[in-house]
């Protein structure tokens, strides 16, 4: 589960293809707003991290990776790294059955879960700050824009 940037919004299309060809241009105006996003990004979601063990705190990162068109920043888990339970704890599970295989592999027990309500951390982090992710994006659109222009 992660969250990414990228420069895909639809009033960007035409500059993009001029930016294909001038990536430090999209460097220039992106990266270092993309690298603030995501510090900010990163640490307000770290620390609403639901944890009992540390092991999800632990393993959540944070990229800022490629370059021009194909820079993209991204805040959570990935790989194989990535805390099999975090997807649980974000939205929840219905009721299920839990198996459990003894050591000795000699039988099955099955016993219900009555499943738990998702937390949304990682949604209320994103939505906290999206509006302030989108302004900076718009102002470095429109920075592209007016280096294009000239």
């Known amino acids: ?64 990776t490629g370059k021009g068109i194909n820079m993209q920043a991204k805040v959570g888990w990935w790989g194989k790294d990535a805390p099999w339970y975090i997807n649980v704890v974000e939205y929840g599970s219905g009721p299920h059955r839990i198996t459990y295989v003894p050591r000795l592999g000699v039988s099955f027990v099955k016993r219900p879960h009555p499943g738990i309500s998702g937390v949304g951390f990682m949604a209320a982090g994103y939505s906290a700050l999206k509006p302030v992710i989108d302004a900076d994006l718009q102002r470095a659109g429109d920075a592209v824009a007016r280096e294009l222009a000239l």
């Open 1 to 64: 589960m992660s969250y990414r940037a990228d420069m895909t919004s639809p009033d960007m299309d035409r500059q993009l293809q001029l930016l294909k060809v001038f990536p430090e241009i999209v460097d220039k105006h992106f990266r270092g707003l993309l690298a603030k996003n995501v510090a900010v990004l990163y640490s307000k979601i770290k620390g609403t991290i639901p944890t009992a063990t540390g092991n999800a705190r632990s393993k959540f990162r944070k990229a800022l």
